[in-house]
């Protein structure tokens, strides 16, 4: 049997290893899935989310085991990754449960006295769901609740270098006691994922990662009528305008920039800065980023552990170097941290740059940030647009009005004002260009995992 092995960032030593399901195993987990799909549907939305919540309790009681496996999965310090399952995770299941009956409401439709006509809200299917490893639970919990409580059946692949996360869901759901199948995961390869996408047991498909891996999932899907959520990256921008609250923007976007080293969709890569305030937002800026702890992410003390593997920190270098070349400045030096080896990897801010260099247009997903001045909104709006990204983007001001107007100009699924890499469960969670399409989160998160039908009944 086929294995693979999940490789610490932590020490380079093997911390998980598993085998592939087999062709055998596959075949009989889409069965289970579709035989359970057919009870599920008609349990009610009210018990599904007994279910769900049940499972969530889980994960608060089990914090700690799991934080500690996250950190040596994926190498985010320890001082952080219990916040992942606290926090956002349990933010955005309870939203989504919470709001689940109104979004899978039917639509009625005013007509005649001798009818009666509504759309009802239809589960998929079966649902597979593709997760990363620099969110895992963020990112999964993003659908799965949803799949859950719209009446589809769940199969699960996450990254071979967070495989725990699967089966910690497993033991979630079995610990809520879900019923067998509705919920199940699969260690797979990526030859066996093209070949579940193309079975007509699956539904849907939502995938988190790369364009690459996001085009290889639509060409796939393109081959049958079924659809994909494909949530895909970003080159997230933030414009400092020039009234902006300086010590307010600069504490956030250093942790925008920096937090889970870099390694974030929707993470600050570039800073536009008004002229007025771009040395005084830069020297902040590196002030702050000084402060930083780079090390051992299993130790309290570390703030910026290793980024996921050696050839991430080496591709991230490239990014830096090829700026240098170009004649961006460099303003952390040998001096500002001790020196370390790949995948560990110290904070880096760039100034001098400009579009020419790709450290200001591909995503580095990396603890670059790279800051340049503008004189005025109009060319912030524009470097801002100048992406085949389009996550989200930021802005830094004290006017709500003039924020609204440049949001509409901004071509993001996510537009802030003094806040960024936050993703709101009552919003929808969207991209636009290369960032992918679909839509996780809020009520209108609900529509990709149901379907319509409508109920045109004549009473005679």
């Not at 830069?282 to 992410?297: H, N, S």
């Given at each position: 049997?086929k294995?693979?092995?999940?490789?610490?960032?932590?020490?380079g030593?093997?911390?998980?290893?598993?085998t592939?399901?087999?062709?055998?195993?596959?075949?009989?987990?889409?069965?289970?899935?579709?035989?359970?799909?057919?009870?599920?549907?008609?349990?009610s939305?009210?018990?599904?989310?007994?279910?769900?919540?049940?499972?969530?309790?889980y994960?608060?009681?089990?914090?700690?085991?799991?934080?500690?496996?996250?950190?040596?999965?994926?190498?985010?310090?320890?001082?952080?990754?219990?916040?992942?399952?606290?926090?956002?995770?349990?933010?955005?299941?309870?939203?989504?449960?919470?709001?689940?009956?109104?979004?899978?409401?039917?639509?009625q439709?005013?007509?005649?006295?001798?009818?009666?006509?509504?759309?009802r809200?239809?589960?998929?299917?079966t649902?597979?769901?593709?997760?990363?490893w620099?969110?895992?639970?963020l990112?999964?919990?993003?659908?799965?609740?949803?799949?859950?409580?719209?009446?589809?059946?769940?199969?699960?692949k996450?990254?071979?270098?967070?495989?725990?996360?699967?089966e910690r869901?497993?033991a979630?759901?079995?610990?809520?006691?879900?019923?067998?199948?509705?919920f199940?995961?699969?260690?797979i390869?990526?030859?066996?994922?093209?070949?579940?996408?193309?079975?007509?047991?699956?539904?849907?498909?939502?995938?988190?990662?790369?364009?690459?891996?996001?085009?290889?999932?639509?060409?796939?899907?393109?081959?049958?009528?079924?659809?994909?959520?494909l949530?895909?990256?970003?080159k997230?921008?933030?414009?400092?305008?020039?009234?902006a609250?300086?010590?307010?923007a600069?504490?956030?976007?250093?942790?925008g920039?920096?937090?889970?080293?870099?390694?974030?969709?929707?993470?600050?890569?570039?800073?536009?800065?008004?002229?007025?305030?771009?040395?005084?937002f830069?020297?902040?800026?590196?002030?702050?980023?000084?402060?930083?702890?780079?090390?051992?992410?299993t130790?309290?003390?570390?703030?910026?552990g290793?980024?996921?593997?050696?050839?991430?920190?080496?591709r991230?270098?490239?990014?830096i170097?090829?700026?240098l070349?170009r004649?961006a400045?460099?303003?952390?030096?040998?001096?500002?941290?001790?020196?370390?080896a790949?995948?560990?990897?110290?904070p880096q801010?760039?100034?001098?740059?400009?579009?020419?260099?790709?450290?200001?247009?591909?995503?580095?997903?990396?603890?670059?940030?790279?800051?340049?001045?503008?004189?005025?909104?109009?060319?912030?709006?524009?470097?801002?647009?100048?992406?085949?990204?389009?996550?989200?983007?930021?802005?830094?001001?004290?006017?709500?009005?003039?924020a609204?107007?440049?949001?509409?100009?901004?071509?993001?699924?996510?537009?802030?004002?003094?806040?960024?890499?936050?993703?709101?469960?009552?919003?929808?969670?969207?991209?636009?260009?290369?960032?992918?399409?679909?839509?996780?989160?809020?009520?209108?998160?609900?529509?990709?995992?149901?379907?319509p039908?409508?109920?045109?009944?004549?009473?005679v």
């Open positions: 049997m294995a693979f092995q999940t490789i610490s960032p932590v020490d030593s093997v911390y998980v290893e598993r592939y399901a087999t062709e055998k195993e596959v075949d009989s987990a889409l069965d289970k899935a579709s035989q359970a799909q057919r009870g599920w549907r008609e349990t939305v009210e018990d599904r989310a007994g279910y769900c919540a049940k499972a969530i309790e994960f608060q009681e089990n914090v700690s085991e799991i934080a500690e496996e996250l950190t040596w999965q994926m190498g985010r310090p320890i001082r952080y990754t219990p916040l992942e399952v606290k926090g956002g995770f349990r933010e955005r299941a309870l939203h989504m449960i919470k709001i689940a009956s109104d979004a899978l409401a039917d639509v439709v005013t007509s005649p006295n001798d009818f009666r006509k509504f759309i809200k239809e589960p998929l299917g649902v597979l769901i593709l997760s990363p620099n969110y895992p639970y990112t999964s919990v993003n659908v799965i609740i949803p799949a859950l409580m719209s009446g589809n059946t769940v199969i699960l996450h990254s071979e270098q967070t495989p725990l996360c699967a869901y497993a979630a759901f079995e610990y809520a006691g879900l019923p067998d199948g509705v199940q995961y699969l260690h390869s990526n030859d066996q994922v093209r070949g579940i996408i193309h079975d007509p047991r699956i539904a849907q498909v939502s995938f988190t990662g790369s364009v690459e891996g996001g085009k290889a999932i639509q060409k796939a899907v393109g081959e049958r009528f079924i659809s994909a959520g949530e895909l990256g970003g997230d921008p933030a414009y400092v305008r020039h009234d609250k300086l010590s307010h600069v504490e956030n976007l250093v942790d920039a920096f937090f889970n080293s870099g390694q974030s969709c929707c993470g600050i890569e570039r800073i536009y800065v008004h002229e007025t305030l771009f040395k005084a830069v020297d902040g800026f590196i002030d702050l980023t000084r402060q930083y702890v780079v090390g051992d992410p130790v309290q003390e570390t703030t910026l290793p980024m996921v593997r050696g050839k991430a920190a080496e991230a270098q490239k990014f170097d090829g700026a070349a004649g400045r460099a303003l952390i030096g040998d001096s500002d941290f001790p020196t370390v790949p995948p560990y990897f110290n801010v760039l100034i001098d740059t400009d579009h020419s260099m790709e450290v200001m247009i591909e995503e580095c997903f990396a603890p670059i940030a790279a800051i340049m001045p503008v004189r005025d909104d109009e060319e912030a709006i524009r470097l801002m647009n100048d992406s085949r990204y389009g996550l989200t983007a930021s802005i830094w001001t004290e006017d709500e009005e003039r609204i107007a440049i949001g509409d100009r901004t071509e993001a699924g996510t537009w802030y004002m003094n806040r960024c890499d936050y993703l709101d469960p009552a919003l929808a969670w969207t991209g636009v260009k290369n960032s992918g399409k679909g839509c996780t989160l809020s009520a209108l998160g609900y529509e990709q995992l149901t379907r039908k409508s109920y045109h009944l004549k009473l």
